[in-house]
DNA sequence: TGGTCTGTAACAAATATAGTTACAGTTGGC
DNA sequence: GCCAACTGTAACTATATTTGTTACAGACCA
């Protein structure tokens, strides 16, 4: 579904800032641990900055760095941030609207799709970067997060999750 | 998010075939309710096939209709016939294995995303092509349906869901 | 046997995302 | 004030994915 990976790619650029503390990174520290380029990290960061989840600086000695502790900032927050759309569409070409379906399943459909994508983000405000750091490394404190909920995660996908397309060439 | 219209329009065509009961549908004609092309539909119509959810028969007389009652149709079903990703993709290319953050975050990452596919499920599972059909009809009968449920739907995307990215223009 | 279908291959078009180059503007240190 | 190091952003290319189209082989019924 999903060609994007622009939700993954903003977990991981905050997860790098709630890291790093207070210490305002470089789109290029940030690019190399993502692998990619310096600018889709800069494009990112304004859409981040822009719902004020980060602060940047220009100039010599810039950087960025969270604009709140990441106990403050849940997955919902920065979903909405960097994801426009819902997770799916509807038709590419409106339906015939001479047939008795065609003419009414778009707003069923819209129904549906309001209700999935509400269970969506219900799960992502149920979880902040601070879970997110947490799990990355188990044995720092932390004590008081809830990334216990992480681990009752359901069944995996008969189709693995690839880290890279290259993976499957 | 989803570039893919292919839920929407695996829904709609099921419902077409729901609609009219056990008469085999024509591709061309649910090409036509759909708005595109029939090979559209044969292609879509294989996959749909191929999770038992319909079945057609070639030849003159030929067409399509449901495998089995449209109540014991999911929408979790049709989705899994159709949809083989889940609904984030992660990184493009793996993040930089020499960054403590890089390194893991994909397996945070994928246990997130498996709780959001999870979520995702549960929703679809919970509603039949019959619900379908009755919210596309409200006066037929249909009493005993779970079409109450969509209702409940939450609020709506800031982003309006279009029907056409011709709209736009 | 001919007309009407499906199944499927092969390709073109449209769309979306990601990556790249280039450069204006801001900032801090000297 | 000037330089070096940053961000912000435009313009473009590359890549991937989905959708639409044409063409045709094979199935089936009358």
Redesign the interface.
């Known amino acids: ?5 622009r ?3 903003a ?2 650029v905050l ?2 800032m709630a ?1 790093a503390d207070e210490e305002p990174l470089k789109s290029e520290q940030v690019a ?5 380029n310096a600018v889709v990290i800069r494009r990112m960061l304004c859409e981040l900055a822009e719902s004020n989840l980060v602060v940047s600086q220009t100039g010599s000695m810039g950087g960025s760095k969270l604009a709140r502790l990441p106990e403050k900032i849940t ?1 919902l927050d920065i979903y909405q941030a960097v ?14 609207p001479d ?4 003419v ?3 707003s ?17 405000a149920n ?1 902040t970067l601070r879970d ?1 750091v947490s ?3 188990p044995c720092t404190g932390a004590t008081n997060s809830k990334s216990a909920r ?2 009752a ?5 008969q ?1 693995a ?7 499957r060439n």
Chains 1, 2 share one sequence.
Do not use: Y
């Open positions: 579904m999903s060609t994007s990976s939700f993954a790619v977990v991981h997860t790098l890291w190399e641990s993502v692998n990619t997955l994801e426009s759309r819902g997770v799916f569409s509807l038709h590419r070409h409106p339906p015939n047939c008795p379906v065609g009414n399943i778009g069923v459909l819209n129904d549906v799709l309001d209700e999935v994508d509400s269970a969506v983000e219900r799960v992502l979880m997110v799990r990355l490394q992480v681990t995660n359901g069944k995996r996908k189709v999750r690839l880290q890279s397309v290259s993976v």
